[in-house]
């Protein structure tokens, strides 16, 4: 007698990684700030979603194996793009810095 195979679940669509806007307008003082808090928040959920469904999974939970795949690779992607916008905003930085005024 075969057991049932249970169906998989309508996968959730990924959420594109949207730009992130500050509240606060550029011209105000702390604008650069708002915009890097709020990017560093929206890297640390990915990875705290991306935690949480890997707990969930080993726990035995009923959370699917391609899901945790899906968020842990959504989390190392988030993290690999922030790294890279920071890598340019550095550079850029280094060469306003070198300029002769």
Excluded: C
């Excluded at 195979?5 to 806007?21: C, D, G, K, N, S």
């Excluded at 009923?62 to 842990?72: F, K």
């Excluded at 989390?75 to 890279?84: K, S």
């Excluded at 905003?89 to 002769?100: D, H, I, L, P, T």
Aim: proline share 6%.
């Amino acid at each position: 007698m075969s057991l049932p195979i249970a169906p998989i679940h309508q996968i959730q669509q990924i959420p594109l990684i949207e730009r992130v806007t500050p509240n606060a307008a550029p011209s105000e003082p702390g604008a650069f700030q708002a915009i890097l808090n709020q990017s560093v928040q929206a890297v640390e959920q990915t990875r705290t979603t991306a935690n949480t469904s890997i707990d969930r999974f080993l726990s035995g939970e009923g959370e699917e194996l391609h899901r945790v795949a899906m968020m842990t690779q959504q989390a190392e992607l988030t993290f690999d793009l922030f790294m890279q916008v920071r890598n340019k905003v550095v550079s850029a930085y280094q060469e306003v810095m070198r300029m002769q005024v």
